[in-house]
């Protein structure tokens, strides 16, 4: 089974510039999470969807950040104008969804690591 | 709301000798509880969680937990490390049912020879 596919794995920009980041999920998962994890810290989510709506975006900075999932299958977070602070490593997971609407374990692509100059 | 606290940002062993991988949670409702491990450059991968049920977990690697509700703790063990344990491990908590997972600040796990 193939897993989580993320790109680009690495990024370097000037700040001010944007970037788009690229989520594959495992085939069938109906919720996908962007996470953001600054070095020495853990993961925090960013935005959560489960196919194509949002279910959690509470964290995002809406004034920089945008997430979609069209289709409710790849996924794409995207950052203009990137500051210093958005260095970091992009993390996106999928899970499924049970009939009640509880999710499962998350599996993890390998992340995106993003440096902003 | 619910919290992590993942106690020591780095830990040292010996190879052979005991894990101890210290977590608390804080949460409203019944917790979801997980344990993760990073290898650099590397995405997440699950090591065992508890939901429900049995409050000691075994998952992958000989890698063992035990849920205690009174301590509100989730501690990571393992009787004999190897030096293929050295990594990040994450400590994580969910009680919502969407899933949303807090995650603790990390330990780092060396294992000398």
């Known amino acids: 089974e193939a897993g989580v596919a993320q790109s680009p794995r690495y990024k370097i920009i000037e700040k001010r510039q944007s970037v788009a980041f690229w989520c594959n999920p495992i085939s069938g998962h109906a919720t996908l999470y962007w996470y953001q994890q600054i070095l020495g810290q853990g993961p925090k989510l960013l935005i959560q969807?489960?196919?194509?709506?949002?279910?959690?975006d509470s964290q995002l900075p809406k004034d920089r950040f945008s997430a979609e999932r069209l289709k409710g299958v790849d996924s794409t977070l995207k950052i203009q104008p990137a500051k210093l602070e958005d260095s970091a490593v992009y993390l996106c997971a999928s899970s499924l969804v049970s009939a009640r609407g509880l999710s499962y374990e998350q599996y993890f692509g390998p992340g995106t690591r993003l440096t902003v100059t | 709301a619910q919290s992590v606290t993942q106690l020591g940002s780095h830990v040292s062993v010996s190879e052979g000798a005991l894990v101890l991988l210290r977590c608390n949670y804080s949460?409203?409702?019944?917790?979801?509880l997980f344990w993760y491990v990073q290898y650099p450059n590397q995405g997440l991968q699950l090591l065992l969680k508890?939901?429900?049920?049995?409050?000691l977990v075994k998952g992958i690697n000989g890698f063992e937990a035990e849920f205690k509700k009174s301590e509100t703790s989730f501690h990571l063990t393992k009787p004999s490390a190897h030096m293929s344990d050295a990594a990040e491990y994450f400590c994580?908590?969910?009680?919502?049912?969407?899933?949303?997972?807090?995650f603790g600040q990390g330990t780092t796990l060396q294992v000398k020879p």
């Open positions: 969807f489960q196919n194509n709506g949002v279910v959690d």
């Open positions: 508890y939901t429900t049920g049995a409050t």
């Open positions: 949460s409203s409702v019944p917790p979801y």
């Open positions: 994580a908590v969910s009680g919502s049912n969407t899933g949303k997972l807090i």
